[in-house]
């Protein structure tokens, strides 16, 4: 027997502050945009994916403690049965607590979707039904309201379940989901500066999939103790910052992944546009 499990975590029970106005013809159904929130609740669910059957169930944490009786009942649910369980390589599911449990209920197997393939795993696809048909349009005046909600809708789908089928090959999918290459880490560069005064050398964290130039770093006449920095990507795209002069150095908050701006020893000289 094969399922997926997952946790669908942080569901809000939301409660609209005006009465949702219906569908009428030629105008869309409506909501207020402001809302009241009631708390949050975690689904667990596993996946049948031989018959599409759903077995939940909503927990206040997602920490191991909830991953583990989670499991327990789905073990249950199954009796007596080799137990194939997929799920992602989240550190809940790899716990020591989780871990001391499979050693002593061998028939039970864990199945790790790799690194950011998640959508691997079915119970995902189940988890964005749920979430367009039962919760996002829902008004729940708590938390039981809303737990009740995912009760029902489960308890239909599963008089009415039906396995979930790839339009894609084994293999199709496995290419895809396996990198061609090792993922390539950011690298460093020097980049020109120019009429940089204060002595600091800027550092460019070039992508590998595009790079940036620093193409002008001047003292901003307008701006007390201030320099302009701009900086232009390959793509054309410019973008311009002013950065405080303290002690010396610079105090920076950039563009997240360019540039990062460091002291140098004082006898270092800032190399100009245009020089070697």
Request: net charge positive; proline share 7%.
């Amino acid at each position: 027997m094969v399922v997926c499990v997952d946790e669908k975590t942080q569901i809000q029970a939301l409660d609209r502050t005006a009465p949702i106005l219906p569908l009428r013809p030629g105008i869309p159904e409506k909501q207020t945009s402001d809302y009241k929130r009631n708390g949050t609740t975690s689904l667990f669910a596993a996946l049948e994916i031989a018959t599409g059957k759903v077995t939940d169930r909503c927990y206040a944490k997602h920490t191991n403690t909830e991953f583990l009786h989670f499991l327990k009942a789905v073990a249950r649910a199954y009796p007596r049965v080799p137990l194939h369980v997929v799920c992602d390589n989240y550190a809940t599911h790899r716990h020591p607590n989780v871990k001391a449990w499979l050693a002593k209920n061998p028939r039970i197997t864990l199945h790790f979707t790799p690194t950011s393939g998640s959508w691997l795993n079915m119970v995902e696809i189940f988890f964005g039904i749920i979430t367009r048909q039962a919760i996002r349009r829902g008004t729940f005046h708590s938390v039981k309201d809303l737990e009740e909600a995912i009760g029902e809708y489960i308890d239909g789908w599963n008089d009415r379940a039906h396995p979930f089928t790839w339009t894609k090959s084994a293999d199709h999918i496995i290419a895809h989901s396996t990198p061609p290459h090792p993922k390539t880490t950011t690298h460093t560069r020097l980049v020109s500066v120019e009429g940089f005064a204060n002595r600091v050398l800027i550092l460019a964290r070039l992508s590998v999939t595009g790079q940036a130039n620093l193409t002008r770093c001047l003292p901003d006449p307008g701006l007390d103790h201030r320099h302009t920095c701009e900086m232009t990507f390959n793509s054309g795209v410019r973008v311009v910052h002013h950065h405080a002069m303290k002690d010396g150095g610079v105090a920076v908050d950039f563009h997240p992944h360019l540039v990062e701006l460091v002291t140098v020893p004082g006898d270092w000289h800032p190399r100009r546009s245009g020089e070697a």
